[in-house]
């Protein structure tokens, strides 16, 4: 195993101890049913607010290593820029890229490669939610009895807790990991790993998050709820089977495929769309950009679709290859969609829809905040890990 000069600051890893992680996006929908008058949850305890909580140990930190390096020069088995074994999906949080190894939690710095930290978790630890939203103040990994929330700048362990039977669907969004199953509904405290609120009798639901509020979605309607309280706030009498709490605004996908922009603070409709029962029939909202608001469906091609969140109108679509898993990251000025079957990345132009290049060889990519990004491809049966220019020039 070596290091390797590449053009674009590349380094080569021996295969034999990578697994390489396939991640399927299951993008299911929620209509089902719960009462048309949401009750009011009941207000917190300290005994349910500690209920499957531990505070669990620090970090470690690997060694570090050379980035780019002077040329072959030998390092330890299974060296990669974290000092993890293998790294499964990478996402960019705060200056680090983070991702899960073989048995646990890595870090490091994109722009050197060196590593940053190390954390323990479990075997083949993964996102607690493939749905990435804003306010997420903890790296959220789930294991297969529980969930572990990791401070993304320092790799401290803040907590651990049990996970729920049943729980469908899954979201970390307003500081919060919110887990759903038939009969119970979970709010957790990102930094604290408290509990802050429970919900039951409200069958399947889709929850969601912003700083202010709590959001429940299915075949009733939404209803959103104050995060300090839990009073009821307002409520929106649409069959919904997808909710997405942005920036600014509340995107709720309609049962009857259309999609409705909601002010978060007072309930107020914003626009809705046209019905579109092809491309957001079973879908979910992936992310927002510069200008746009971008969905995918299951359906189909599990094609890509954007709005205009100013006016609701459609902007672009796009179709990843017949018949393969795509997995797709959206911020500021760039959409990236990375095909999780054959591989290859696509740059587009968030606003516009306009592709920019392609990168055929990469597997996975973490976007940067200043217009580059981390890629991961397999060459001769090893990571190779790059630093790559988004905008293509």
């Known amino acids: 195993m070596v290091h390797e000069e590449r053009p674009l600051r590349r380094l080569a890893l021996d295969r034999r101890a990578w697994a390489p992680l396939v991640l399927v996006v299951a993008l299911a929908a929620t209509g089902c049913g719960i009462d048309a008058d949401l009750a009011v949850p009941d207000a917190r305890t300290d005994d349910l607010a500690r209920a499957g909580t531990q505070t669990i140990g620090p970090p470690t930190t690997p060694d570090p290593m050379t980035w780019p390096p002077s040329g072959p020069t030998p390092v330890p088995e299974a060296d990669t820029p974290s000092g993890a074994a293998w790294l499964g999906p990478m996402r960019t949080m705060g200056d680090l890229v983070v991702a899960p190894s073989e048995d646990g939690v890595a870090a490091f710095h994109p722009a050197s490669g060196q590593p940053a930290w190390t954390a323990e978790a479990c075997s083949f630890p993964e996102w607690a939610s493939h749905i990435t939203n804003p306010g997420t103040e903890a790296a959220v990994f789930a294991c297969d009895d529980f ?154 091609d599990r094609g890509f679709t954007a709005y205009d969140a100013a006016t609701g109108e459609q902007t672009w679509t796009h179709d990843p290859p017949k018949g393969s898993a795509a997995t797709a990251s959206v911020g500021g000025d760039e959409f990236v969609v990375t095909d999780l079957d054959d591989g290859g990345v696509v740059v587009m132009d968030a606003p516009t829809g306009d592709v920019r290049c392609e990168l055929p060889d990469a597997v996975d990519v973490a976007v940067l905040s200043n217009g580059r990004a981390v890629v991961i491809a397999i060459e001769d049966g090893r990571q190779v890990f790059s630093v790559e220019d988004l905008s293509c020039a």
């Open 147 to 300: 969930y572990l929330g990791i401070d993304p700048g320092s790799g401290r362990v803040l907590w651990r807790h049990d996970r729920t039977s049943g729980v469908d669907r899954t979201r970390v969004a307003g500081g919060l990991l919110l887990t759903a199953s038939p009969e119970v509904v979970v709010a957790v405290d990102l930094v604290t790993g408290v509990e802050s609120w429970r919900w039951t009798g409200f069958g399947d639901v889709t929850p969601t998050a912003d700083a202010d509020r709590y959001y429940l979605a299915n075949d009733a309607g939404v209803t959103a709820f104050d995060q300090a309280t839990g009073e009821a706030r307002w409520s929106l009498t649409e069959p919904t089977s997808d909710i997405w709490a942005g920036r600014d605004a509340v995107y709720v996908r309609t049962s009857d495929h259309r999609l409705i922009k909601v002010d978060g603070a007072s309930g107020a409709v914003v626009w809705t769309s046209a019905v579109e029962a092809s491309r957001l029939d079973w879908s979910v909202v992936v992310g927002e950009g510069d200008g746009v608001v971008v969905l995918q469906t299951d359906r189909h």
